[in-house]
């Protein structure tokens, strides 16, 4: 667990930051209520975990060797691309995770509504990507440079844009555990002088915007999006 709003030294080395912080976020399973997909499994780190916490876990993945591995480890999986429907029936699951996945579809838009009609009302899903507008981010666009994100992004979203999406497919969110890094507080010179190492903070919804590398959510699936799926 994070104390005093910091990332403990431990979660450096096994799980990156905004893994540890949707892992606050995740409840107990409900009796009855176990049924859970996660999307863009990869090596079943976090799956392995949420099976330990009594979640029934199937995981899906876009490669062969990774479905693989995931059956392997007793896992029901299913190789799928999430520009297409899920091979899902309506409201198949209880829960949905979804961690660092949804920068890298094209049609993310589409695959949010995918899961909104595998989810049954009431029901939830937990979501990490990026924060495009990072301050960082911004200031190594300036100089021209890279953003340093792991693998092919094709969505770079903000803060608006993201709720906006989210509630156009039917989700209202429910929790907020973003983390970053806050202004002036955490450069080379404050590091140096302290002698620590760079520090992750809790980052309040407010500033969200500008100081959380990834937004770390967990939303509700409310009602039926308005006007569809697509």
Request: glycine share 8%.
């Amino acid at each position: 667990m994070w104390r005093n709003g910091l990332l403990p030294d431990e979660v450096h080395g096994s799980l990156t930051s905004h893994y540890a912080a949707a892992l606050e976020l995740m409840p107990s399973p409900p009796p009855g209520a176990t049924r859970l997909l996660e999307l863009g499994a990869g090596h079943c780190e976090i799956a392995r975990i949420l099976r330990s916490r009594g979640w029934e876990v199937h995981t899906a993945d876009i490669r062969e060797s990774r479905v693989e591995e995931a059956v392997a480890l007793g896992f029901p999986a299913t190789r799928l691309d999430l520009n297409e429907a899920l091979p899902y029936p309506d409201g198949a699951f209880h829960f949905v995770v979804m961690l660092e996945v949804i920068e890298h579809v094209v049609r993310a838009d589409f695959a949010l509504g995918e899961v909104a009609r595998v989810l049954a009302a009431g029901q939830r899903l937990l979501l990490t990507t990026p924060n495009h507008a990072f301050y960082k981010s911004r200031i190594r666009m300036l100089k021209g440079r890279p953003l340093g994100m792991e693998g092919e992004h094709f969505r770079f979203f903000v803060k608006t844009q993201l709720e906006s999406l989210l509630a156009r497919k039917g989700f209202r969110i429910m929790a907020r555990n973003s983390s970053g890094h806050l202004p002036l507080m955490d450069g080379r010179w404050i590091r140096r002088l302290l002698a620590r190492k760079r520090v992750l903070c809790r980052i309040p919804e407010w500033l969200e915007p500008s100081c959380a590398i990834n937004f770390v959510w967990l939303a509700e699936r409310a009602s039926s999006p308005p006007g569809g799926l697509e």
